[in-house]
């Protein structure tokens, strides 16, 4: 407990425990403490927080909040807001993308609404702030231009394809450069050129977050993304019946053979609600991809239940809807923010190594 008045330094002690969620290093030490006010009895602290969190800025105030009050005088008025810190991405793989976190998002057989969970997940972190990136690498079924709404074709300028922009999200598709109704026959060199080329000649720009919806099963993609770029890790999306979750567990199975780290799972069409009385229905089954993720030793991100409206807005090309409707926003946003939890809890566990500036 501070005894005595009050001092910058002694706010700085305070708050030196407090970790950036991106970094999982000190606020204090990465200079992220931007403004420390003290006025008699009030103390008011500014914290600098980069997009990329920008899901956990709430809940980072409110833990500054309780480290001061519990350390200062009783009584004492303690403020504390939150401002952009800007701390743009380093290069990464052998492509130079300049991405953050790089998301691949995967099910062990199609038909468990893959598409969906990652054109949401896109959705909800750029809500929440972040610069966000959607890739469709489904090269044989392309489905988020038909999520999105959008069919234009990317343009090229001085050699870099440039992503159609949907609601301040960049996506890129092999769904934008292929007529409706025609079908993709390639074999695996040509796919390998294909995702190579949209990740390495796409004009992304600096992206916190970049989405990759994977093409179903256990194909060769996920190894030539192992090869070509460090991945952040995988998200895997099934549904809670046996037949799925084996499925599911191929994929994860999959992911770990290429080493690529597993985020998390998430139970879609978990259950269906009957709007008119209300009354639950586990037509799949309950809990199914809770219990195998707890088994596997996969955190488990959350569950979307079998909502008509998800579907009809899908049908329309207006996912992002899913975030304007409550019945359906509630559980997009819980999987957002606790995968961006996850992220930010193995930061602190593993503080990534700082950039060193060769003089």
């Known amino acids: 407990m501070v005894n005595g008045p009050i001092t910058q330094q002694q706010i700085e002690t305070i708050l030196a425990e407090l970790c950036d969620p991106e970094t999982g290093r000190s606020m204090v030490r990465m200079e992220q403490i931007r403004h420390i006010g003290i006025d008699g009895r009030g103390v008011e602290v500014t914290l600098g927080l980069t997009t990329w969190s920008s899901l956990l800025w709430e809940e980072t105030r409110q833990e500054a909040e309780k480290r001061l009050a519990a350390k200062l005088p009783a009584g004492t008025n303690v403020r504390v ?78 050699g870099r394809l440039q992503p159609v922009v949907k609601d301040d999200l960049r996506v890129m598709s092999m769904g934008f450069l292929v007529p409706p109704g025609e079908a993709v026959v390639w074999r695996g060199p040509m796919l390998h050129g294909a995702i190579t080329q949209f990740l390495r000649d796409t004009e992304w720009g600096d992206l916190d977050y970049l989405i990759i919806d994977m093409p179903p ?43 690529i780290p597993l985020l998390g799972m998430v139970e879609n069409m978990s259950y269906f609600s009957c709007p008119g009385c209300g ?19 996969v955190p488990f991100l959350g569950a979307v239940p079998i909502n008509i409206g998800i579907r009809e807005r899908g049908d329309a090309g207006n996912t992002g809807g899913n975030f304007t409707d409550e019945s359906s926003a509630t559980y997009f946003r819980e999987i957002c923010t606790t995968l961006v939890r996850q992220l930010s809890a193995a930061h602190k566990a593993k503080p990534p190594l700082p950039t060193l500036t060769v003089l």
Do not use: W
């Open 279 to 297: 009354k639950r229905y586990d037509i799949f089954g309950s809990g199914g991809a809770e219990r195998r993720a707890k088994e596997l030793e």
């Open 81 to 158: 807001r939150v401002t952009e810190f800007v701390r743009p991405p380093e290069p990464i793989g052998e492509i130079g993308l300049t991405a953050k976190s790089v998301i691949a998002v995967g099910s062990g057989k199609g038909g468990v609404g893959k598409s969906t969970i990652a054109t949401s997940l896109a959705y909800g972190l750029r809500l929440g702030g972040a610069a966000v990136g959607l890739m469709d690498a489904d090269v044989y079924g392309p489905s988020v231009p038909h999520l999105l709404g959008v069919h234009d074709r990317p343009q090229l300028v001085d």
């Open 217 to 259: 099963g256990t194909g060769d993609i996920a190894l030539t993304l192992s090869q070509i770029l460090p991945l952040t890790g995988a998200v895997v999306v099934c549904t809670p019946q046996d037949v799925a979750l084996l499925d599911a567990v191929k994929a994860i199975a999959m992911f770990r053979k290429v080493n």
